[in-house]
Structure formats: C-alpha cells, structure tokens
C-alpha cells in the first residue's frame, strides 16, 4: 500500500514539473492543459503525501509473541545433574585462576568469521565453559551426557558443536553420569 502512494506521490509530482513546459506558450488551449496538469499533479502530490504521513504514523501493532502462546519460568537454570557436575566442577577450580559458566550459548564464545549466511548453528549450549577468571578467555567446554545424548538427532547436534568447537579451537570435555570428582579432576588436568 505504501508504494502505491509513493508511485502516486512521484506521479503527482512529475505532473506538476510537467506543466512547467507548457509555460511559455500563449495558446489558451494549451494553457487549460498546462493548469489541469499542475492542478492535478499538486493534488495528487498533497494527497499522496498526506496519505502517507498518515500510514507512516500508524504503525501496526506487532505481535511480540505468538497468539496462545504461553511462557513459564523455569525451576532451575539447571538439570539436578548439571548442578551436581556444576558443583563438582566448582569444588576442584576453587581457589585456580579458573571460572565456571554455566549453559553457554556458542555465539557467546566462538565468532563466525566466514561461511557466510547466518550464524544460528551458534544458538546451541554447552552445559559448562570453563574461562580465565582474569580475562574470561573461554578455555574448554563441558558436556554432560546423559540418556538424551543416545537420540539420533541429539548426536547429531552434539557432532555439530564439536565440529564447531573443533573448527574454533576451544576443546570440548564430554562427561558422564556416572564420572566421579578423581575422573573428571584427571581429565581437567588435560586441557587446563
């Protein structure tokens, strides 16, 4: 609808300078023509102009978020194994020159710098990164596997974000369940 006014607005407008040309000539025939054009160049241009102003004015209403859609607040930013490997990630950091992040977006600690396109594939988490507590350089990520980590799309995710990871330069630890404080103390060692 707006650009139907705007090819009305420069229609309009076009007519007017149109009978401009007209203006040099004395023949009366030619000058009813010239007056009908500028008259009707300037009222299509006033309101065409005046129309949009209007529409420009009245913006839809946008809706913010889908009819029937209803949103809850969470219990926990966290899975009770999540906050236990939380727990026990903290515990063996505690009093290193390492913080513990949990549920990290990608797109918080990796870049997209080519590939072109949009940069969703960085909207997955990670359960954990593991950053310098000084400059908050992300250093490793965890995961934690459980019973969901067996779906087939769900190991495709995973193999996407390693392959990101891998891609990015920042390691990923997968951890699971069963793994005690000794086990995953060990396999810090490796990457920290």
């Given at each position: 609808?707006?650009?139907?006014?705007?090819i009305?607005?420069v229609?309009?407008?076009?007519?007017?300078?149109?009978?401009?040309?007209?203006?040099?000539?004395?023949?009366?025939?030619?000058?009813?023509?010239?007056?009908?054009?500028f008259v009707?160049?300037?009222?299509?241009?006033?309101v065409?102009?005046a129309?949009?102003i209007?529409t420009l004015?009245?913006?839809p209403k946008?809706?913010?978020i889908?009819?029937?859609?209803?949103?809850?607040?969470?219990?926990?930013?966290?899975?009770a194994?999540?906050?236990?490997l939380y727990r026990t990630?903290?515990?063996?950091?505690?009093?290193?020159?390492?913080?513990?992040?949990?549920?990290?977006?990608?797109?918080?600690?990796i870049?997209?710098i080519?590939?072109g396109?949009?940069r969703?594939?960085?909207f997955?988490?990670?359960?954990?990164?593991?950053a310098?507590?000084?400059?908050f350089?992300p250093?490793?990520?965890?995961?934690?596997?459980d019973a969901?980590?067996?779906?087939?799309?769900r190991k495709l995710?995973?193999?996407?974000?390693?392959?990101?990871c891998?891609?990015?330069?920042?390691?990923?630890?997968?951890?699971s369940?069963?793994?005690?404080?000794g086990?995953?103390?060990?396999?810090?060692?490796?990457?920290?």
């Open positions: 609808m707006k650009r139907t006014f705007v009305l607005l229609t309009g407008a076009v007519f007017t300078a149109l009978s401009f040309l007209f203006a040099g000539i004395d023949q009366t025939a030619v000058q009813n023509i010239r007056w009908t054009m009707f160049g300037l009222v299509l241009t006033v065409s102009a129309v949009l209007i004015r009245r913006a946008v809706k913010l889908p009819e029937g859609a209803d949103y809850r607040k969470k219990r926990s930013l966290m899975s194994p999540e906050i236990t990630l903290c515990e063996i950091l505690m009093n290193s020159r390492y913080a513990v992040f949990p549920q990290t977006a990608l797109v918080s600690v870049d997209k080519s590939g396109g949009f969703t594939e960085l997955r988490v990670a359960d954990f990164c593991i310098d507590a000084r400059t350089e250093l490793l990520l965890v995961e934690l596997n969901s980590h067996k779906r087939d799309e995710r995973d193999d996407k974000v390693n392959a990101i891998e891609n990015a330069g920042i390691p990923v630890l997968t951890l369940l069963d793994d005690g404080a086990r995953i103390r060990s396999l810090l060692k490796k990457y920290l």
